[in-house]
Nanobody, 124 residues
Framework: QVQLVESGGGLVQAGGSLRLSCAVSGRTFGRFLMGWFRQAPGKEREFKAAITWSDSMTRYADSVKGRFTISRDNAKNTVYLQMNSLKPDDTAVYYC?????????????????WGQGTQVTVSS
């Protein structure tokens, strides 16, 4: 079992920044993939970023390249999503996700565990 707990969401004006955190605990076995997704009302869950735990390789969706940065802190067992230049279209519930296989994927169904989600609202 793996547990994920997100934090850091909130209300921000367009152009502002937020940093989301995802604390990881449980039976991770050292090599795994962490992803960030988001889901807006009435829309499907969308991939935004992922990072390999062993060597911090990263992958981003085109819509967030240059604005969002994913990182991890091994000592704190935490993954971060730094979000800059936020737009109203970034408004959604943001989820972190865990995959035992350390190979990039943007498909939600290929992740085994999910956090509870944190709301991000960007006002215009």
């Amino acid at each position: 079992q793996v547990q994920l707990v997100e934090s850091g969401g909130g209300l921000v004006q367009a152009g502002g920044s937020l940093r989301l955190s995802c604390a990881v605990s449980g039976r991770t076995f050292g090599r795994f993939l962490m992803g960030w997704f988001r889901q807006a009302p009435g829309k499907e869950r969308e991939f935004k970023a992922a990072i390999t735990w062993s060597d911090s390789m990263t992958r981003y969706a085109d819509s967030v390249k240059g604005r969002f940065t994913i990182s991890r802190d091994n000592a704190k067992n935490t993954v971060y999503l730094q979000m800059n230049s936020l737009k109203p279209d970034d408004t959604a519930v943001y989820y972190c996700a865990f995959r035992y296989v350390e190979v990039f994927t943007d498909k939600p169904q290929e992740y085994s565990y999910w956090g509870q989600g944190t709301q991000v609202t960007v006002s215009s």
